[in-house]
Every structure is written in structure tokens, then in C-alpha cells.
């Protein structure tokens, strides 16, 4: 007979992180010289007596191939009349799923049963191995049944975490497992122990209980939240989390989620009666959203947001974004597009979550509110015509109890017409519109009449140039760029102090705001204006890939006259020029990227705006941040902000890594925001653990917490997952879990 020798060698799996060794220590599945037909039986031994219709005994180094299965073993009795094979002493058996090693087992090949006692196993993919006391296997009926069984990700040197159950279920058509008596133990510790579990081996969803998450704040103490997944059918399932808080009580959480044809929504609920910590009344929240699209390019959006008191996301936000949240939007919206043009038609409210913000500088609400846009088809040289208009109804109130001012409705119109001249070297774009504003306004006290109006005529030239020239780099080849651009704007000055502001506010002054046909963002003001733009911008860009490395920017705005037009409460601005812009930044080391801003002011001599930037990421789990921020706008003077920030990620050795945010406001020598943290990744295990401090931005009160979470390959994960918070705020960021 053949004698096939085998050695002990390496197959490979699944290792993304390269924490884990190569490959697994699994034997070399046997080699078939030749290609075999489907069921054809290929079979090799020192010793074989062979009946063809009859019992064949195989002795010595054994191996059986057939179609994925191979098998090996020292002793193999296979009957043909009933296609069995069984075997003896060290059992080894391979497919493209599985290796096991066991020292008996059965194979029945015409009901595509196997069973095997005593098995040591490794799941190829996963990674995962362990040890039952017997293996059952039904490929036709697609399950396997696992007694006394043991499983991990961990190398036996690392067996960091250990799952065992006295009986296993897997329904491979169902895509999900069963485990009776479940134990979870680290470094052989008992940790966690159920009579009964269910679990997915493919991403599809189940009802069951999730992985419960821990935390700790400073206001609420510790907390505990175990989660519940309800699967009601495959376009909509639920969430329901007890979350137990050690200083408030026991709140209720509720999520559900449901897909439609050609939409989507979510409903959130969360309840907290008597709160112990808030004169024990009951605090509630109330979200739901809702997308749809209709026709060819129609779109629906529905969105309703509500909290029982103005504290609620300071007592219960878990970041610096919700702890300092200021409005909650409601809003109902159609919107309809065609080739050349576009409809949208909205309701819009507000909750007003900060109860700082006084009664009149609470946000309208829009009852309703469409707005029509249409442009002709863009072309070269001919005339482009555009209509920019709106109708709306702004009513003032806060959560249903009115306001008393101003209310009213509002027409606005702006056509527009532009004669686009566009050259390879160059460009020209003269325009001219009109802006007409109508109110119908009530309760209008002494200071509005019941139906103002404006009409003011807007013209603007735009107009560039593009220099380029080859140059050299380093030995490389670049294009450099020259790029000069004038822009005048007139507007007529009119008195608006008749008028409203319902919704408009003022544009932060930028590089791009000097091109811009109005500093106002809405359409109560339109911004006198008789000025001139004068820019510079410089690119140096890769000959062969077209990859900007490097571009530098420098432009201001000359006033003809002064500007008159302000919104209520603020003061005309007589300078005679705008703040010196100048941005810079450049790529040209591929790990680091450098960008600059400055805002300089000729005519008080002082700075505005600054903003440092680097970023340094030479791979992806390594990334350094740093930023400096000086703020002194000149719209609003009291705001005066000088901030440092400085993040990282960045490994210590091969599994270890640290992390860090600190936002620094140097005037008042105070921590905005400051976190620290570890990590540790092995090939079967992560922890990650994450210590925060930060303003919540209300009466500048501090919130403390530790985030803390432990990912156990291929099972699950426990505690408060970090990845979205780290990847908000550091920049660069990539999670390696």
C-alpha cells in the first residue's frame, strides 16, 4: 500500500490585528496527486484488506478523501453497503471549516451524519478551538450538537478567557446556537454563569439578551444597563435597557427601529420616575425620526424631540456634545426636485433646552414654511437665469407657551440673471438680481408696521486668472499655480430697522466669506454693500497624480463706503477694509499635514483669528494632534477664546497603546475637556480603559467618568463601547478592536 508520512506544520487563519502567531498549529491535511470525481473515495494505507461489497479494514496510517472530508487515522473499518467509515486512534479530521483530533469517530457518508468522542477542535475562521467530550454532526439537516465542550480565541500560552457548557446546539440553516449551563471564566475565574443562552454564528439578529455595560459619572453614580433585543420581524426589531442608577433610581430605556420600502425610521423612549436626585419627579425623553423617499426625487423627513426639563442632558448626557446641548429640533419636511429645479416644504419648532437663553432670543418656529429654487441649465457664454424665494410663517413660543413678540408671515423673492465667460486661462462672471422681502406681521407693538417691505437691487463681478508654470521639487515634478481674483459687490443702503429678524444671524467672517453676496444668512437684512475683494492663491500640485501638496491663500475686502445694515443690538461697521485673511496648508510628507489660518484687523491693529494645526499619522494606529485657537471675532467682541489642543494615539510596544484629549483655555487657565487612557490588544482579548473630565457647559460645572470596555475575540465584548467618542474627538483616529 502507499505510505503517506505526515507532518506537523501550519495552516492559515484569519489575523488582521498581527497580534496572533502566523497560522495555527494545526497538522498538514493530506495530498491527493490526483483530481477526484464528486463522492469518489480516495484512500491510502500501510495495510488494507478490501471488500468491494463488504467490510474493508484499513491499518496504519489511514487517510480517506472525499469531496471536502479528509481523514486519518492508525485503525479504519469502512462497510460499503452502508457507506460508514469508523475510526481508531488518533483520529484526525480536516474540512474547509473545522480540524479536529479525537481518538474515535464515525463517519456516515450516506446520511451525512459524523460523530467523534473525545475531540479537540480548532474553527478556522474564528480562530477558535476547544474541547468537547463528544462531537455530532448532521450536514443534512444542517446542525451539530456539541457535550461537556470548551471554546476560546486565546493561544494556549494566553488563556486569558475560557467559555464552557454542558451542551451545545448549532442550527447552521437558522444561523444560531444554543448553550445549556454556560460559564464564562477569565484566567480561570468564574465570572459569569446562565442556564441557558443563545448566541448568532452569522451576523444574523435573534431575541436575547445583550451584553449589559457598566459606568460610573459623578452626578448619577454608578450605573448598570442590560439590554434586551427583541427581533419582531426582519424590517423592524426593539431594544428595551433597564438602566439601573445608583443615585436616581431605575430608568427605562426603549429603542425601536423599523425599515420600510422606500424609507426608514427610529423611536426612542427613555423614563425615569421619581428621581431621588431631582425633588423626585419624573424625567422623561421623547425622539423620533423618520425618512422616506416617494416619486422619482421626492424626500419626507419627520423629526420629534422632547425632554421633561431643561437639566435632563446635563444629568443624563454622556459626552460634551448632548451635556451641552441648547435647542431640540421638531420638524416635519417634503421636498420635490426636478431637472432645473427644487420645492421643499416644512413645519419647524423648538424645544429650548437651555433655560439661560432669554424669552426673545428663542428660535421661531416656521408654521409652515416652502421654498422654491430653479436655475437654467448652466451654459458658457449665454445668459444663466435663477430664482432664489420663499414663503414662511414664524410664530414665537417655547414648548406650546407663547412669547409675547412679534409674529408674522414672510414672502421673499431674489431673480437673478448672469452671464458666466469661462476661458481655459481665466474666468468672468458679471450678475445682477433683485431681493424683495413682503412681511404680514401682527403683534407688532410700536416698533413694526403691520406690512413692511424691501426691494433692493444686488450686482456683482467675479472675475480670476490661472498662472501655471512646471517646476521641481526634490527631483520631482510639480505644477505651480498663480491665481488672482477680484469680486465687487454693490447693494444699495436702505434703513431695515423697520424690519424683523426672525431667523437671521450673521456669518462667521472666513476666506470664503469674502466672496460671499451677503454677510447675513437669512433673509431679514440684506448687507449694504459697495466693496471690492482682492485674492491670491498659490497651489503646488504633483505632475503625475494631480495630488495637491501645498496651497496658500491671502485676501481682504475694500469698502467703498461703510457698512450701515446691522441686526438688532449690534453696530455699523465704518472701517475701511475687512480683517486680512491668509490661509496656508501642506501635505507634502505623506504623514504630515499642516494648515494654517489668520484673521488680522489693519484697523484696530490686532488679531482676530488664529488657528494652528498639525496632524502627524504615520500609520494607522499612530496619529499625534495639535491645534492652537485664538478667537476675537469682530461681530460679536465679548467672545474671546485662546485654546489649546493637543490628542494622540500611539502604541508603547507591540500590544500596549495609549490615548489623550486636552482642550486648554489659557486666559482662564482651565481644562475644557481632558481624557486619558490604555489600551491592550492581544490576538484573543482587548481592554480599553478611558478617564474623562470635561465643562459641561452649563454654569461651567465639571462631569467626571470612566468609560471602560473588554472585547473577547470571537465571543463579545463588555462594557461601554469608546470607539465613536474616540474617533469624534481625536482626529485620525482608527479602532483596532
Not at 454622556?318 to 426636485?337: F, P
Request: net charge negative.
Amino acid at each position: 500500500m502507499l505510505l503517506s508520512g505526515v507532518s506537523l506544520t501550519v495552516m492559515p487563519a484569519e489575523n488582521k490585528s498581527g497580534l496572533c502567531p502566523a497560522s495555527l498549529p494545526i497538522p498538514e491535511r493530506p495530498k491527493v496527486d490526483r483530481e477526484l470525481a464528486v463522492d469518489e473515495m480516495y484512500i491510502i494505507a500501510d495495510e488494507a484488506e478490501l471488500e468491494e461489497y463488504g467490510l474493508s479494514v484499513l491499518d496504519g496510517d489511514v487517510e480517506i478523501t472525499r469531496n471536502l472530508q479528509q481523514l486519518q487515522a492508525d485503525h479504519i473499518t469502512y462497510d460499503h453497503p452502508s457507506d460508514l467509515a469508523t475510526m481508531m486512534g488518533a483520529v484526525e479530521y480536516w474540512d474547509d471549516a473545522m480540524y479536529l483530533h479525537s481518538e474515535a469517530g464515525e463517519i456516515d457518508f450516506r446520511q451525512e451524519t459524523s460523530q467523534f468522542e473525545d475531540a479537540f477542535y480548532f474553527i478556522l475562521e474564528k480562530r477558535g478551538r476547544g474541547e468537547a467530550k463528544s462531537i455530532f454532526h448532521d450536514d443534512s439537516r444542517q446542525f451539530t450538537k456539541l457535550r461537556q465542550v470548551t471554546y476560546t480565541t486565546c493561544e494556549p500560552e494566553d488563556n486569558f478567557w475560557r467559555l464552557s457548557s454542558s451542551k451545545i446546539r448549532l442550527d447552521h440553516n437558522e444561523e444560531w446556537g444554543t448553550a445549556k449551563n454556560a460559564v464564562l471564566r477569565i484566567k480561570n475565574i468564574p465570572l459569569f454563569y446562565t442556564p441557558h443562552i443563545s448566541f448568532p454564528i452569522s451576523d444574523k439578529r435573534k431575541s436575547g439578551f445583550l451584553t449589559p455595560s457598566f459606568g460610573s459619572t459623578n452626578r448619577s453614580g454608578y450605573e448598570v444597563q442590560t439590554p434586551y433585543y427583541w427581533n419582531i420581524a426582519p424590517e423592524m426589531d426593539a431594544t428595551i435597557t433597564p438602566r439601573v442608577l445608583t443615585d436616581s433610581g431605575l430608568m427605562m430605556m426603549g429603542e425601536y427601529r423599523y425599515l420600510l420600502k422606500r424609507g426608514n425610521g427610529e423611536l426612542n423612549l427613555e423614563y425615569l420616575p421619581n428621581d431621588s436626585e431631582f425633588n423626585d419627579e419624573d424625567r422623561n425623553l421623547f425622539n423620533f425620526t423618520h425618512n422616506q423617499s416617494f416619486a422619482d426625487k421626492g424626500r419626507l423627513y419627520l423629526t420629534y424631540n422632547r425632554v421633561s426639563d431643561s437639566e435632563y442632558f446635563k444629568d443624563f448626557g454622556s459626552t460634551i456634545n448632548t451635556s451641552s446641548i441648547q435647542y431640540l429640533e421638531r420638524r416635519a419636511e417634503a421636498a420635490y426636485s426636478g431637472s432645473w429645479w427644487n420645492l421643499t416644504a416644512r413645519a419647524q419648532g423648538f424645544q429650548t433646552v437651555d433655560s439661560t437663553i432669554p424669552l426673545t432670543s428663542r428660535p421661531y418656529q416656521r408654521l409652515p414654511q416652502v421654498l422654491f429654487n430653479a436655475a437654467s441649465p448652466f451654459k458658457n457664454r449665454r445668459l444663466n437665469l435663477a430664482l432664489n424665494s420663499q414663503v414662511a410663517y414664524f410664530d414665537r413660543d417655547d414648548d406650546g407657551f407663547p412669547i409675547e413678540d412679534v409674529n408674522g408671515g414672510r414672502l421673499h423673492l431674489y431673480p437673478s440673471v448672469s452671464f458666466p465667460m469661462y476661458t481655459p486661462a481665466s474666468f468672468f462672471i458679471p450678475k445682477i438680481g433683485v431681493r424683495y422681502t413682503q412681511y404680514d406681521l401682527h403683534d407688532t407693538g410700536t416698533q413694526f408696521s403691520s406690512s413692511p417691505s424691501l426691494a433692493l437691487p444686488i450686482t456683482s463681478v467675479d472675475t480670476g486668472l490661472f498662472f501655471e508654470r512646471d517646476t521641481r521639487l526634490l527631483g520631482d515634478a510639480f505644477i505651480h499655480t498663480l491665481e488672482p481674483r477680484l469680486y465687487y459687490l454693490y447693494i444699495p443702503d436702505e434703513d431695515q430697522s423697520d424690519l424683523p429678524d426672525f431667523d437671521t444671524g450673521i456669518y462667521s467672517f472666513s476666506f470664503d466669506s469674502l466672496f460671499r453676496e451677503d454677510r447675513f444668512s437669512s433673509v431679514d437684512r440684506v448687507g449694504d454693500a459697495n466693496q471690492f475683494t482682492l485674492a491670491l492663491t498659490s497651489r503646488l500640485i504633483q505632475d503625475n497624480s494631480g495630488r495637491e501638496l501645498g496651497y496658500a491663500s491671502l485676501g481682504q475686502i475694500y469698502y467703498v463706503d461703510k457698512q450701515d445694515v446691522v441686526l438688532p443690538g449690534t453696530l455699523p461697521n465704518d472701517n475701511s477694509s475687512s480683517p486680512l485673511v491668509a490661509e496656508v496648508g501642506t501635505s507634502i510628507l505623506d504623514e504630515l499635514r499642516l494648515r494654517g489660518t489668520i484673521q488680522w484687523d489693519p484697523n484696530e491693529g490686532k488679531t482676530e483669528k488664529v488657528l494652528a494645526a498639525a496632524q502627524y499619522n504615520p500609520a494607522d494606529n499612530k496619529v499625534i494632534n495639535f491645534a492652537y485657537r485664538v478667537r476675537r471675532p469682530q461681530e460679536n467682541p465679548t467672545i474671546d477664546i485662546e485654546q489649546t489642543e493637543l490628542s494622540f494615539h500611539w502604541p508603547i510596544t507591540k500590544k500596549w497603546n495609549a490615548l489623550a484629549r486636552w482642550v486648554y483655555a489659557l486666559p482662564d487657565r482651565k481644562n475644557i475637556d481632558i481624557f486619558a487612557g490604555i489600551e491592550y490588544e492581544s490576538c484573543c482579548w482587548a481592554f480599553r480603559t478611558v478617564a474623562r473630565r470635561f465643562l459641561t457647559g452649563v454654569n461651567d460645572e465639571y462631569n467626571t467618568g470612566i468609560f471602560f470596555q473588554l472585547e473577547l475575540k470571537g465571543l463579545a465584548g463588555l462594557g461601554t463601547g469608546t470607539e465613536t467618542f474616540l474617533t469624534e474627538n481625536i482626529p485620525g483616529f482608527k479602532s483596532e478592536f
